[in-house]
């Protein structure tokens, strides 16, 4: 069992920035992708970012490119997301989850645990 802990999250103005953390328990984080995902009220969740088992892959969603760059920490079984630029559509509950392969992906099918998510409120 892989329990996901997402922390950093709260209320930015436009242009600002934030980072999320997620702490992940158990021993094989090293060996998985990963991913963060978002979900805004009244809309399905989706893709923002996602990092192979040993961070040198990434991928981003195109609303995101070049804003927000995603990392990780297998030393202390940590996941990152650096947010800048802000924006207010970028508001949403922000999810980390943990992929089933060693490469992350875009599909949420891919993952098998996920956070509890935390709030991301920017604004305008």
């Known amino acids: 069992q892989v329990q996901l802990v997402e922390s950093g999250g709260g209320l930015v103005q436009a242009g600002g920035s934030l980072r999320l953390s997620c702490a992940a328990s158990g021993r094989t984080f090293s060996t998985y992708g990963m991913g963060w995902f978002r979900q805004a009220p009244g809309k399905e969740r989706e893709f923002v970012a996602a990092?192979?088992?040993?961070?040198?892959?990434?991928d981003y969603a195109g609303s995101v490119k070049g804003r927000f760059t995603i990392s990780r920490d297998n030393a202390k079984n940590t996941l990152y997301l650096q947010m800048n630029s802000l924006k207010p559509e970028d508001t949403a509950v922000y999810y980390c989850?943990?992929?089933?392969?060693?490469?992350?992906?875009?599909?949420?099918?891919?993952?098998?645990?996920w956070g509890q998510g935390t709030q991301v409120t920017v604004s305008s």
């Open positions: 990092i192979n088992w040993s961070g040198r892959g990434t």
């Open positions: 989850a943990k992929s089933l392969y060693g490469s992350g992906g875009s599909r949420p099918q891919t993952y098998e645990y």
